[in-house]
């Protein structure tokens, strides 16, 4: 399942409806294989056993749930309406259905099976925000947000249910929401990682380049999300030079329809010409000592050098040009020139910060 708490929630449940088989299921090799993250084998185990002594012998329950973690999606399907056969009022059996049905892409009935688990479990927390993640796509922002806020007035210390209500607010473009719901689920769990990728895309996304850099180059990676923070660590490291060639593009483009609407005197062009790559220069120099020394040489390091320069060029090509703008008197149509010119440097931005961003998606 999506939020991590599948295999505590399903062993559980099915201990205490199956507690004889379950013992022999768990304590032997099917067990086995789910501590190891085998979750095929342990699904082949438990369905051998099933078609061996006969369907009732299996706990349908934990049988759907291998079979899911498996990426058997369409068996567990029928193995949790099994399970909801024999175990109607068992909640987590409605969740892991849910959860089923959203994976082969049928989220209208991923989400009406999961308020089946809500009428059950009307105090759980984690049930209310899957429901908002069934549907934080499709339905109108004020629900979602309904649904967000009750998960979280009913599990206000589960990290999950802040991580996924920061994922949901960062979806709908409210940045500060979904950094607030982030550092909570931090504060909560300190080692999810996911969640410090995310908060580092935020930190970015809002401008604080240095920061978003800083939170992903001090992330302890497990072994077995190695090659995603380096995929990580390498996109926030771009992003931030590139950054600096957007906002130097967004500078010009305001000041270029300032001077096309309201022309300035050659001196008072100079001041601001001086004032605006001076004030740019100043922010930058801050941002580059507030990261860390391994970050600011990696900038430059082998396989980054060229790109570092390319946007350190473009920014500089920027800021000059606008420069020369505010100092020279222009007509309108040389403004338009140069609007179209900003607007071609805008795409070239554009471009770039897509490769950038495929990295890690």
Known sequence: MRNGEGQGRVLKAVAKTWPGVVMGAVQGRARE???????????????????????ESAPALLLAW?????????????????AAEREPDNPDVYWLQSNTLYDLERPDEAAEVMWK???????????????????????????????????LELAPDDAQVHYTAGLIFDHHLRHKRAQEHYERALEIDPENTDARYDLAEVFQTRGR????????????PGE???????????????????????????????????DWIVPTPMWL?????????GGFGVQYARSVAALPGECRRDLVGQGRRGFFVGAIVRTVLALAAIAAVL?????????????????????DWYRGAVRISQNVD
């Open 33 to 55: 294989h789910i501590d190891a993250g085998r979750f095929d084998e342990a699904a082949d185990t438990l369905a051998a056993a099933a078609e061996r002594y006969g369907a």
């Open 66 to 82: 291998t079979l899911y973690k498996a990426g058997r999606s369409e068996d567990a399907l029928e193995w949790a309406g099994v």
């Open 117 to 151: 688990a809500v009428e059950l479990s009307p105090d759980s927390g984690s049930y209310y925000i899957e429901l908002a993640w069934f549907q934080y796509q499709d339905r109108e922002y004020a629900r979602t947000v309904e649904l967000v806020e009750k998960a």
């Open 209 to 220: 380049l240095s920061q978003g850099v800083r939170c992903v180059w001090e992330t302890v």
């Open 224 to 258: 077995e999300t190695e090659t995603d923070h380096g995929s990580m660590y390498e996109v926030v490291l771009r992003r931030w030079s590139w950054r600096w060639y957007e906002w130097a593009l967004r500078g010009a483009l305001v000041l270029n329809v300032i």
């Open 269 to 277: 062009g100079a001041v601001l010409a001086g004032v605006l790559i």
């Open 327 to 347: 100092m020279m008197e222009l007509p309108p149509l040389q403004h338009l020139a140069v609007l179209a010119l900003i607007i071609g440097g805008y795409a």
